[in-house]
């Protein structure tokens, strides 16, 4: 978490950088108001604070009813985190997206029970989840996986594996080699 302004410059010419230096991008932009909105929580006292949530529920709000991505503050999100395509994209607040992820287009990462409403998806470092998958509950998806196109994740995936289908079965990741 960014504790000055300047850090919070230098994460977002991080995922700047990571987004291909394009800031017309709609990911980026959904990741930067992220960034925002969570430096701004550290501002002391509220009166302070106050004109900058303002500042930071506007562009929540127009990245989600412009660009389709709903990326609350309360996520905890990794570096380098590139959100591919716009549209669809909606991230609960207990989320946790870990470091190097790519997330594409009409992704859903959510609750499975309105009795466990804490109980989010946590992805690793380096997951890469595919178009319109949807990954539901308490689950992890470890470190190098991936998550197929339409695929809906109810268990956890491990390390370097694959996630395909609906329900989503759980197949070792074929690396190319190098």
């Not at 504790?3 to 700047?16: C, G, N, R």
């Not at 590139?82 to 609750?111: A, P």
């Not at 992890?140 to 395909?164: H, K, M």
Request: proline share 6%; hydrophobic share 45%.
């Amino acid at each position: 978490m960014p504790d000055s302004f300047s850090s919070l410059m230098e994460i977002i010419a991080e995922d700047y950088a990571a987004h291909g230096r394009d800031w017309t991008k709609p990911g980026f932009r959904a990741v930067a108001v992220h960034r925002f909105g969570v430096w701004r929580m550290t501002v002391r006292p509220k009166l302070l604070r106050a004109p900058l949530s303002l500042i930071y529920r506007w562009a929540f709000r127009h990245c989600r009813n412009v660009y389709g991505i709903e990326l609350p503050y309360t996520v905890v999100l990794g570096r380098r985190v590139i959100f591919e395509h716009q549209g669809g994209i909606v991230i609960h607040g207990n989320s946790q997206i870990g470091d190097e992820c790519i997330i594409r287009q009409n992704c859903t990462l959510g609750i499975r029970n309105m009795n466990a409403l804490h109980d989010a998806p946590i992805l690793e470092q380096g997951v890469n989840v595919g178009a319109g998958a949807v990954i539901l509950g308490a689950v992890r998806i470890g470190r190098g996986s991936a998550v197929g196109a339409n695929a809906v994740v109810l268990t956890d995936v491990p390390e370097q594996a694959l996630a395909t289908g609906v329900p989503a079965a759980i197949r070792p990741l074929k690396l190319p080699a190098q």
